[in-house]
């Protein structure tokens, strides 16, 4: 799990992710390795992948507040690589997510996209959460703490 603090002023954060899978379709995408990212269509968070890769992963925190669009709709795509999910209030930010994915490269990548229209500063704490599938097979290296 990721978490950091950060005050929100239109910034926005990237998250990139690189690994080789192939995944069952619930709102596919195929990247320029060949790999299919499997976008579930709520959380705008990847699924499986083949042999379970990811076992769901991406989902995005704010304050501990899951990002779950509730209208269930799929994301827009918007240029044919990139799906953009409607908007949610979470901690008085509004919060867009993106998943492109890339036609020349084996990755795909979330653009979280939050808005503070306030004129005050609004510091939250933002994570991603998930399971890449490989169980206690996964082992963490190190951490930004």
Known sequence: MIDQRWPWCGLVALLMLTFSTTSSAQAPMTDGGGY????????????????????????LFIDGMAYNQSSGAAGLIVDGR?????????????VTREVWVSSTDALARHTEILTNSTAADIIVDVSYRGDLGSGMGTAVQSTSD
């Open 82 to 94: 990139t799906t953009r999910f409607p908007s949610v209030i979470l901690a008085g930010l509004d």
């Open 36 to 59: 299919t990212w499997d976008i579930e269509v709520s959380r705008g968070s990847f699924r499986n992948g083949s042999s379970s890769a990811f076992d769901s992963f991406g989902h």
